[in-house]
């Protein structure tokens, strides 16, 4: 693994490792979240607050089908499909 000293199987890949690098992200979760609720309510332009209420509405799952019409007659939707990271259920 890069920037380790161990092959995979004994650094990155192994199950202490994989539940200590979930347990890093479980604690930037509250500070994240605090801080786009900031910006939702604080931002400094429309700009700003827009981006960050669109943000969070798209990790929900509330994304507008996006259009693009290559000529008059064709149209093509493009969907996009959020993506969650799945991490291990803490212990104890």
Request: net charge positive; with cysteine.
């Amino acid at each position: 693994m890069r920037g380790q000293n161990v092959c995979r199987m004994h650094g990155g890949s192994a199950p202490q490792s994989r539940a200590a690098g979930a347990e890093r992200i479980r604690a930037l979760e509250h500070p994240a979240i605090s801080r786009v609720a900031h910006l939702i309510d604080h931002g400094d332009t429309d700009a700003i607050r827009f981006t960050a209420a669109r943000f969070v509405l798209e990790l929900l799952g509330h994304k507008a089908t996006e259009k693009i019409q290559t000529d008059g007659r064709t149209v093509i939707e493009v969907e996009y499909v959020a993506r969650t990271l799945e991490l291990p259920e803490r212990a104890g």
